[in-house]
């Protein structure tokens, strides 16, 4: 009966160890991933060109801006 306990304990920590391992493998590519396009949203906005920018909004993109005006996607791109 200990035997198969520790079997199974043995078996739980190695699935743990190895769903951990995959978890911070994940985060790291959507880190990176993310880091990239907030890079690109950087350029654009430096450069001040929509079309760096326009494929990073939904063709729905809404903003409310601090004094309640709701800008759009076309009304974001055109302002740059």
């Known amino acids: 009966m200990k035997t198969a306990w520790v079997w199974s304990v043995l078996c739980c920590l190695t699935i743990g160890d190895a769903a951990w391992a995959q978890t911070s493998q994940g985060n790291a590519t959507s880190e990176k991933a993310v880091a990239a396009l907030e890079e690109q949203w950087l350029r654009a ?3 001040s060109d929509p079309d760096l920018l326009a494929p990073l909004l939904a063709e729905r993109y809404v903003s ?12 974001a791109l055109a302002s740059m």
């Open 45 to 47: 906005e430096k450069l």
């Open 64 to 75: 409310t801006g601090t004094g309640g005006e709701v800008t759009n996607k076309v009304q």
